[in-house]
């Protein structure tokens, strides 16, 4: 038998992989709250939140970024989707032999300019070059800490109800919770697609951002009981985890759900569903009902414009399901796989 590509593309499939060969090992394997089986967003060991991410982006310099941005925002944000802030990284590279010093530069010049806005510290790291046809592989990992900010949207959830988690977990949904998401969806999925050279006249570019930077408004507002990072199989794979994850239903509504209309148009015309593709630099929650308006508000002060409240958690199904602009409903499904490869 061998590995295929949907085996590691984000969805459903690499769902089944990892736990007919990693999690029948190791999933119970735990030092804090949050086992490997719960597949969140990092996992926590004596007072501290810890991820690790590869990325194999092609191409590794893109519209808005690169591999570097990627490698930082991309782990600093499963840190801060937990409520954590982002404080320690390794960095380790795999570079194909005759890669350009130049590219690396401008690489690790975007991982220097993110840790800098993060003021998070690069401590540790590997390098290797070989023969494979690979360019530039790119694995970082990050340790995150409490803060203030975790510790006031903990307070302020419990304020409204019982709350179990020491961090923000993707399972921390219940019934009436409104859902949020930070801003415009697809953007990272469709910047990479235009850089394979599709001749659209369009200008659009990558999203990645490191979302620590304005969540810590969010949290000292509170109310905040679930969290994830919509990247590989964008707003739907991150809805359903969270739905499956906390056993409640989510209703969303088409026309909430924000996007810019060529990015939808451009999605459109290649038969591509924007709630599948990767975003790098949005969140999606889960927010006490009482709170939301207050939560949203606090990100539109914090530069994210385009928030909007799409949803609601609910008990009267299990699924994800939208209410279409042409008034129908529909479940969505969470996606098998990413519909790009090497997308981050
Ligand atoms: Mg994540």
């Known amino acids: 038998m061998m590995v295929r590509r949907e085996d590691g593309a984000g969805g459903k499939f690499m769902h089944e992989f990892l736990k007919r060969h990693v999690m029948s090992r190791f999933g119970e394997c735990r030092l804090g709250e949050i086992s490997l089986a719960d597949m969140d967003d990092s996992s926590d060991f004596d007072g501290f939140v810890f991820t690790?991410?590869?990325?194999?982006?092609?191409?590794p310099i893109f519209r808005g970024g690169s591999i570097g941005s990627l490698a930082v925002c991309g782990t600093a944000n499963d840190l801060a989707v937990m409520g954590a802030q982002p404080y320690a990284f390794s960095l380790s590279l795999i570079i194909q032999e005759g890669f350009e010093v130049e590219k690396l530069e401008r690489i690790l010049d975007d991982v220097k300019f993110w840790l800098s806005k993060l003021d998070a510290k690069l401590i540790t790291g590997d390098m290797k070059v070989v023969e494979a046809n690979v360019g530039i592989i790119v694995n970082t990992s990050g340790v995150g800490v409490k803060n203030e900010h975790l510790a006031k949207n903990l307070e302020v959830v419990r304020e409204f109800r019982d709350y179990p988690f020491g961090w923000i977990r993707d399972c921390g949904l219940k019934e009436g919770d409104a859902i949020i998401v930070s801003g415009n969806i697809a953007e990272h999925g469709v910047a990479i697609m235009l850089e394979r050279g599709f001749d659209f006249e369009l200008d659009v570019k990558s999203d990645v951002y490191p979302v620590w930077l304005f969540l810590k408004d969010a949290l000292d507002v509170g109310g905040i009981t679930a969290m994830k990072d919509p990247t590989r199989g964008g707003l739907a794979n991150a809805l359903n985890e969270?739905?499956?994850?906390?056993?409640?239903?989510?209703?969303?509504?088409?026309?909430?759900?924000?996007?810019?209309e060529d990015v939808k148009g451009f999605c459109e015309l290649l038969g591509l569903d924007p709630l599948s593709m990767a975003n790098e630099g949005k969140v999606v929650m889960g927010v006490v009902e009482d709170m939301a308006e207050d939560v949203l508000k606090a990100l539109h002060k914090a530069g994210q414009k385009e928030a909007e409240?799409?949803?609601?958690?609910?008990?009267?199904?299990?699924?994800?399901?939208?209410?279409?602009?042409?008034?129908?409903?529909?479940?969505?499904?969470?996606?098998?796989?990413?519909?790009?490869?090497?997308?981050?």
Do not use: L, Q, W
Request: charged share 25%; net charge negative.
């Open 242 to 260: 969270m739905a499956e994850k906390s056993g409640v239903g989510i209703i969303i509504e088409e026309e909430r759900i924000p996007i810019r």
């Open 309 to 344: 409240i799409i949803g609601y958690a609910t008990s009267e199904f299990e699924e994800v399901v939208m209410e279409t602009s042409i008034g129908t409903r529909k479940v969505v499904p969470p996606p098998m796989a990413d519909p790009i490869p090497r997308v981050c």
């Open 52 to 59: 690790t991410d590869s990325y194999v982006v092609d191409p």
